[in-house]
Protein backbone atom coordinates (compact mmCIF):
# COMPACT_ATOMS: atom_id res chain seq x y z
CA UNK A 1 0.00 0.00 0.00
CA UNK A 2 1.29 3.20 -1.12
CA UNK A 3 1.20 6.17 1.71
CA UNK A 4 2.70 9.37 1.64
CA UNK A 5 3.52 11.27 4.60
CA UNK A 6 3.59 15.53 4.13
CA UNK A 7 5.65 17.73 6.70
CA UNK A 8 6.92 20.69 7.26
CA UNK A 9 3.79 23.41 7.53
CA UNK A 10 3.23 25.94 9.65
CA UNK A 11 2.66 29.74 10.31
CA UNK A 12 5.17 31.83 9.06
CA UNK A 13 4.98 36.15 8.00
CA UNK A 14 4.27 37.19 4.73
CA UNK A 15 7.68 37.70 2.66
CA UNK A 16 8.91 34.25 5.17
CA UNK A 17 10.04 30.94 3.67
CA UNK A 18 8.73 27.39 4.44
CA UNK A 19 10.00 24.07 3.04
CA UNK A 20 7.54 21.23 2.50
CA UNK A 21 8.54 17.51 2.73
CA UNK A 22 6.81 14.64 1.20
CA UNK A 23 7.90 10.88 1.84
CA UNK A 24 6.33 7.83 -0.11
CA UNK A 25 6.21 4.15 0.92
CA UNK A 26 5.22 1.24 0.61
CA UNK A 27 5.75 0.25 -3.62
CA UNK A 28 9.73 -0.51 -4.79
CA UNK A 29 9.28 1.53 -8.13
CA UNK A 30 9.20 5.03 -8.38
CA UNK A 31 6.42 7.49 -9.25
CA UNK A 32 6.20 8.68 -12.77
CA UNK A 33 5.52 11.91 -11.27
CA UNK A 34 5.24 13.75 -7.83
CA UNK A 35 3.01 17.31 -7.18
CA UNK A 36 2.09 19.98 -4.76
CA UNK A 37 -1.55 20.52 -4.63
CA UNK A 38 -3.20 23.05 -2.32
CA UNK A 39 -6.69 24.10 -0.95
CA UNK A 40 -7.37 27.33 0.30
CA UNK A 41 -10.54 27.76 2.63
CA UNK A 42 -14.02 26.97 0.87
CA UNK A 43 -11.90 26.89 -2.61
CA UNK A 44 -11.12 23.76 -4.82
CA UNK A 45 -7.61 21.75 -4.07
CA UNK A 46 -5.60 23.78 -7.15
CA UNK A 47 -2.16 22.61 -8.55
CA UNK A 48 1.30 23.91 -7.71
CA UNK A 49 3.74 22.33 -8.85
CA UNK A 50 5.35 18.83 -10.10
CA UNK A 51 8.29 16.68 -11.11
CA UNK A 52 9.03 14.23 -12.50
CA UNK A 53 11.01 11.53 -11.02
CA UNK A 54 14.05 11.59 -12.94
CA UNK A 55 13.73 15.76 -11.75
CA UNK A 56 14.69 16.63 -15.35
CA UNK A 57 11.12 17.89 -15.53
CA UNK A 58 9.36 20.47 -13.70
CA UNK A 59 6.22 22.26 -13.88
CA UNK A 60 4.44 25.36 -11.60
CA UNK A 61 1.19 27.24 -11.37
CA UNK A 62 2.18 30.71 -12.60
CA UNK A 63 1.41 32.17 -9.40
CA UNK A 64 4.29 30.59 -7.91
CA UNK A 65 7.08 30.94 -10.64
CA UNK A 66 10.02 32.60 -8.83
CA UNK A 67 8.96 31.83 -5.58
CA UNK A 68 8.66 28.31 -5.11
CA UNK A 69 10.82 25.08 -6.04
CA UNK A 70 10.13 21.60 -6.32
CA UNK A 71 12.92 18.94 -6.34
CA UNK A 72 13.56 15.23 -5.07
CA UNK A 73 16.01 13.42 -2.96
CA UNK A 74 15.45 9.61 -4.76
CA UNK A 75 17.64 7.95 -2.16
CA UNK A 76 15.27 9.35 0.74
CA UNK A 77 12.37 8.71 -1.80
CA UNK A 78 11.35 12.44 -0.88
CA UNK A 79 9.97 15.52 -2.66
CA UNK A 80 10.47 19.09 -1.16
CA UNK A 81 8.72 22.19 -2.08
CA UNK A 82 10.77 25.14 -1.50
CA UNK A 83 8.66 28.47 -0.83
CA UNK A 84 9.87 31.18 -0.66
CA UNK A 85 8.68 35.17 -0.44
CA UNK A 86 5.21 33.49 1.24
CA UNK A 87 2.11 35.84 0.88
CA UNK A 88 -0.97 35.60 2.80
CA UNK A 89 -3.06 34.06 -0.69
CA UNK A 90 -0.68 30.98 -0.36
CA UNK A 91 -2.41 29.99 2.93
CA UNK A 92 -3.87 26.54 2.26
CA UNK A 93 -3.88 23.11 2.78
CA UNK A 94 -0.81 21.30 1.05
CA UNK A 95 -1.12 17.99 -0.53
CA UNK A 96 1.57 15.98 -1.72
CA UNK A 97 0.30 14.02 -4.71
CA UNK A 98 2.08 10.68 -6.94
CA UNK A 99 1.34 8.95 -9.96
CA UNK A 100 2.68 5.64 -11.55
CA UNK A 101 1.34 6.60 -14.21
CA UNK A 102 1.78 8.85 -17.57
CA UNK A 103 -0.31 12.17 -17.98
CA UNK A 104 -1.26 15.68 -17.28
CA UNK A 105 1.25 16.67 -14.65
CA UNK A 106 -1.33 19.74 -13.29
CA UNK A 107 -4.07 17.95 -13.80
CA UNK A 108 -5.71 16.23 -10.15
CA UNK A 109 -6.88 12.77 -12.19
CA UNK A 110 -3.61 12.13 -13.16
CA UNK A 111 -2.75 11.32 -9.45
CA UNK A 112 -4.24 8.19 -7.42
CA UNK A 113 -2.39 8.38 -4.32
CA UNK A 114 -2.30 11.37 -1.94
CA UNK A 115 -0.80 12.47 1.36
CA UNK A 116 -3.16 13.86 4.14
CA UNK A 117 -2.34 17.78 3.76
CA UNK A 118 -0.23 19.79 6.17
CA UNK A 119 -1.66 23.38 6.77
CA UNK A 120 0.46 26.55 5.53
CA UNK A 121 -0.98 30.07 7.02
CA UNK A 122 0.68 32.94 5.79
CA UNK A 123 -0.23 36.27 8.07
CA UNK A 124 -0.19 39.72 6.78
Known amino acids: QVQLAESGGGLVRSGGSLTLSCTIS????????MAWFRQPPAKDRAFVAA????????YYTDSVKGRFTISRDNAKNTVYLQMNALKPEDTAVYYC?????????????????WGRGTQVTVSS
Open 97 to 113: AASFAVGPPSTRTTYNY
Open 26 to 33: GRTRSPYV
Open 51 to 58: INWSGLNT
